[in-house]
């Protein structure tokens, strides 16, 4: 446990709410982890039946909470202010039955913010709403007849709430220091009543006030990590506003209003916004919305953490094979851009291959000799020795190197490209999809290891790089190139630039996300290019590709295929060009005695 470590108070209420709500609350804290340092506590109240308790406990356990029983008395409030003397956490997030997590990192972005200087408190919603009587204030009588009723029964509420707008962190999703929530129980009255319970969350002698008394400042944080101050609440997206997008925890009144009518939403929002502020969060729709596409997070697969974002939308625009979606974000800290999900059918996307297998070797070695350039990163680190190419296809590389005496291997998922590997490159081919499994049979040391342009369609890349550098002699080389996804070229096609190829292409990484991963895996960078012979080559396909796609007339295609790619590609130096080569290197280890052993 650390200083910020939160203790989460969830109710678990066997009346009222039950096992399935306390079910589903487990299923979305699942879903949506915290991402922060947290002890969760479940404060068991009205539980009668002892099987139904004997499941909970059990359910408590299946998420590591621990369970505190208290008696059934005092409301939400009663059982926060019961449990507090029984922990030792310094910050604490109440949670109500019907509370469920909505977003991945809810509680890291709440605790960032009640943490920061001068707040104390934040909370995922708030609300404006007055159980006082003021429907003048309000404009509004119809929209709060319903208040106004009640307060006829109970006609001493005015005096017990401030009359609209009355500000206040409503009590679910609510992150407060501990100090300050014993104080407020110290001043405050236990609960018996409905209403007290009320006046604690929202009167003038409640939680929100007694913050600010206490140069609190009362913030909302939102799913797209801002902070939201009292003025600003109504247009925060949190609370009864448009489809509720930037909510951090929801609660049975935020489902509520997803549920509600348009009319019924209408007189929701009156009360907790005033109609004035509504009428303008409707009209101004766009001063609310740029954000909301910051507010969905997935996991990275490689950092196993929800720190990733969207970053683009594509379609199989180079073979149109089907009309899906396919979405890729990318990770804040490893950098790599990647597609999630991974289309289950993945292997009909590649249906036809990607070059036509040749028909006998001298074909091949015409299209070798064009290509015998791409050997120069190999050729100059090493002039012999062993090498693995991963995902070689027809064998192009490894066909040149062999000529230039390399013992070349192998790994292919095609049958068909293996068996031309085997019979007519004649090189050593292992015929598998699972490249890691592959590597980690393998006991054989490479004096050089090649991914030429195969890493992106490979499952789990960074286990491939990792099992490659264990195979790797000491001072053996890794060499991989890849499309690079931060060109100038890719960010102006963005979904329709070629060399995208969703959604063949799984994974990319920028020139610095390359370099951090092989340095990861104990590899030093040799050389690095995004203007080599090969990335022009790219680049220029890819011009090419997007002219011809977008101009008609046969001639003018034609022409500007041909001048154009040259002098667009010199306009947009900037970033680098279309592919990234890099020569990683196994300086083996730090010991030099230890290194001789160890020497092929
Ligand atoms: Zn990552």
């Not at 922060?36 to 590591?64: I, P």
């Not at 939201?228 to 009144?253: A, C, G, M």
Request: hydrophobic share 35%; net charge positive.
């Amino acid at each position: 446990m650390n200083d910020s470590t939160v203790a989460v108070f969830y109710i678990a209420r066997g009346i009222d709410a039950g096992l399935n709500s306390a079910k589903e609350f487990v299923e979305a804290w699942s879903r949506h982890p915290p991402e922060h340092a947290h002890q969760l506590y479940f404060l068991a109240k009205g539980w009668k039946s002892e099987l139904q308790h004997q499941k909970l406990v059990q359910l408590a356990q299946s998420c590591d909470a621990k369970l505190l029983d208290l008696p059934d008395t005092g409301f939400d409030f009663g059982a926060y202010f019961r449990a507090l003397p029984q922990i030792e956490e310094k910050w604490v997030c109440l949670m109500n039955s019907y509370a469920k997590p909505n977003t991945p990192g809810w509680l890291r972005l709440l605790s960032q913010s009640a943490r920061t200087t001068g707040n104390g408190i934040a909370g995922a919603t708030g609300s404006w709403q007055s159980l006082g009587w003021s429907p003048l204030k309000q404009g509004s009588i119809s929209a709060t007849a319903a208040t106004a009723l009640s307060n006829i029964i109970n006609c001493a509420n005015w005096k017990k709430f401030q009359s609209f707008p009355n500000p206040h962190l409503r009590s679910n999703g609510l992150v407060i220091e501990k100090c300050l929530l014993e104080q407020f129980a110290k001043n405050s009255k236990f609960p018996k009543t409905k209403n007290e319970a009320f006046q604690l969350e929202s009167g003038i002698n409640g939680l929100s006030m007694f913050a600010l008394d206490n140069h609190c400042k009362l913030v909302i944080c939102g799913a797209d990590g801002k902070e939201y101050p009292i003025e600003k609440w109504p247009f925060s997206v949190t609370f009864r506003s448009h489809e509720q997008q930037n909510l951090l925890v929801t609660d049975n009144r935020t489902h509520e209003y997803i549920a509600s009518s348009k009319n019924r939403r209408r007189k929701l929002a009156d009360l907790a916004w005033g109609r004035n502020n509504v009428r303008m969060i409707r009209e101004s729709p766009k001063n609310t919305t740029p954000f909301l596409h910051n507010t969905r997070r997935t996991k990275c697969p490689a950092c196993d953490m929800y720190c990733a974002d969207p970053f683009l939308n594509s379609r199989d625009y180079n073979r149109q094979i089907s009309t899906h979606t396919f979405d890729y974000w990318k990770c804040s800290e490893c950098e790599m851009v990647f597609i999630d999900p991974i289309p289950e059918d993945i292997s009909k996307f590649y249906s036809g291959g990607y070059q036509e297998i040749p028909d006998n070797l001298l074909s091949l070695e015409r299209m070798a000799k064009k290509e015998a350039y791409r050997l120069s990163p190999l050729l100059r680190h090493k002039e012999h020795g062993d090498i693995l190419e991963i995902g070689p296809w027809i064998g192009i590389f490894s066909l040149n190197a062999k000529r230039r005496g390399f013992r070349v291997s192998a790994i292919e998922r095609d049958p068909h490209v293996c068996r031309f590997l085997r019979q007519v490159v004649e090189i050593n081919a292992t015929e598998t999809d699972d490249v890691v499994g592959e590597l980690q049979n393998d006991n054989k040391k490479y004096d050089a290891i090649i991914l030429w342009h195969s890493l992106e369609h490979l499952a789990k890349p960074w286990i491939v790089i990792q099992q490659a550098s264990h195979r790797l002699k000491v001072n053996g080389i890794l060499i991989i190139g890849i499309p690079n996804i931060t060109s100038t070229q890719a960010e102006l096609l963005g979904a329709k630039w070629l060399h995208l190829d969703a959604p063949r292409h799984l994974y990319f990484w920028s020139p610095r996300g390359l370099r951090k991963l092989g340095m990861k895996n104990g590899l030093s960078v040799l050389e690095l290019h995004t203007r080599d012979r090969l990335s022009r080559v790219l680049e220029r396909n890819a011009w090419q590709h997007r002219i011809q796609g977008i101009i008609g007339n046969r001639f003018t295609r034609i022409f500007l295929s041909l001048i154009a790619p040259p002098l667009l590609s010199l306009f947009f130096l900037k970033n680098g060009g279309a592919g990234i080569t890099v020569v990683f290197r196994n300086d083996g280890p730090a010991d030099p005695t230890e290194r001789k052993c160890d020497a092929p």
